[in-house]
């Protein structure tokens, strides 16, 4: 199935460029007992985090699913430490060769040690809190009775082999801990199908708001080939509103004023052909009543920049996948492929786009100049 050979693909590009990078850090150090054996270990577990991502997955994470990926975050910044220090030594040709010595002495422990250090502090950085950060949005034809509308944005927490059950649950009771009068979800929720993980999501049932959840499909819920089981699972069973290119009124209930909440597939279905999902926001909006305000949930910031050009007028957009970049220098690539990289915009008069770091992370536990987050927004009339 599609999945199935994206993840086949995946391995063969992963494997292959993590081979590469094993034998260029392996000769660096090989001369040193203690940094090669750091090396071996560090590329065997690299090595063998991509199947565990699959096949070791729990209600909660345990050490066989978050070591492997450990040893992935320590062969990242080996790789990156040792190019940086392959520059600085074609730098220090042109000196004297007891300067040069001395640097290749200086480079061969400092680079090691420097990577366990990033390493450890970008895995704490995972394990701290989310920091909740607030945006108020002015916003025109609000009426006055969603003043002060509270919405609560998660994004990108990555339900799977390193995110369970006990951070669903915090999540949850921190959401209900501020009161919001409806909670955004805007993708990348889950990282596996529901039967491996309905146990671990079963908390978002317990989310409370005045108007309710509202979810939209993030690339890797197309990437665990579950998606439609998902969208059923989530509606049915959590009491979550799914939006598959649809829209959710919210009607105020003195005098029959209106939020329209829309929802966007994500790109990513397009890409893979997944039948019966694309990204259509057009269609998404069809019906909003004229004259009150539209927020667009989309996962991704290109499907964003989709909804700006399909649509005449959107108020608000939601977005998160970007981690905003996730652990540095990856923000540099993230930055330039995205038309929104994290924080709010304003493309034009009367519309804003905000993009989520989002809660958590994908893949190796890391967390580097770009901290997890959740976001209360607040709406007010322009």
């Known amino acids: 199935n599609r999945s199935s050979l994206m993840r086949l693909q995946m391995m063969i590009v992963i494997q292959t460029i993590m081979f590469f990078i094993s034998y260029y850090v392996y000769r660096a150090y ?30 909660n994470p345990t050490v066989l699913s978050i070591l492997p ?8 910044f080996l790789g990156m430490g040792t190019v940086a220090g392959d520059i600085g030594t074609f730098l220090f040709i042109p000196f ?31 394990l701290l809190p ?25 994004s990108d927490i990555h339900v799977g082999p390193t995110t369970g059950k006990e951070f669903v649950d915090w999540m949850v009771h921190r959401s209900n801990s501020h009161d919001p009068d409806a909670v955004f ?56 509103h799914t939006l598959h290119n649809q829209h959710h009124l919210i009607t105020a209930s003195n005098n029959g ?10 790109p990513q279905a397009e890409k893979m052909s997944y039948e019966g ?18 927020i667009l949930l989309a996962h991704q910031p290109k499907g964003a920049k989709m909804a700006l050009d399909a649509l005449p007028r959107v108020d608000l957009i939601l977005s998160g996948h970007t981690h ?4 540095f220098p990856v923000h540099i690539p993230v930055w330039l492929v995205n038309p929104f990289f994290a924080g709010l915009y304003h493309p034009w008069e009367g519309c804003h786009v905000y993009v989520s770091r989002g809660l958590r992370f994908y893949g190796a536990p890391m967390r580097f100049l770009s901290y997890p987050q959740y976001t209360s927004i607040f709406l007010h009339p322009a």
């Open 30 to 59: 090989k001369i040193s007992r203690v940094w090669s054996k750091l090396t071996i270990a560090a590329a065997s577990l690299a090595h063998i985090s991509f199947f565990t991502q699959f096949l070791v997955i729990n209600d």
């Open 69 to 76: 990926f450990l040893g992935f975050s320590l062969m990242i």
């Open 96 to 126: 004297t060769v007891k300067i040069s010595v001395g640097y290749q002495r200086f480079k061969l422990h400092s680079v090691p040690v420097a990577a366990v250090i990033l390493t450890l502090w970008s895995f704490i950085n995972t």
């Open 257 to 266: 004023s209106h939020l329209c909440i829309g929802g966007i597939d994500d």
């Open 185 to 240: 979800i805007t993708g990348d929720l889950v990282d596996s199908s529901v039967k491996r993980l309905k146990r671990a999501v079963h908390g978002l049932k317990n989310l409370k708001s005045k108007y309710g959840t509202y979810y939209v499909t993030g690339n890797h819920e197309y990437y665990t080939n579950d998606v439609d089981n998902w969208l059923r699972h989530l509606s049915s069973s959590l009491g979550i």
């Open 130 to 154: 989310p920091q909740h950060t607030t945006v108020h949005i002015p916003m025109k034809g609000l009426a006055r009775e969603f003043d002060n509308f509270h919405i609560i944005h998660l």
């Open 277 to 294: 999902h694309s990204p259509d926001p057009v269609s998404a909006v069809e019906g909003c009543p004229e004259g009150h305000p539209i």
């Open 324 to 327: 905003g970049g996730q652990f």
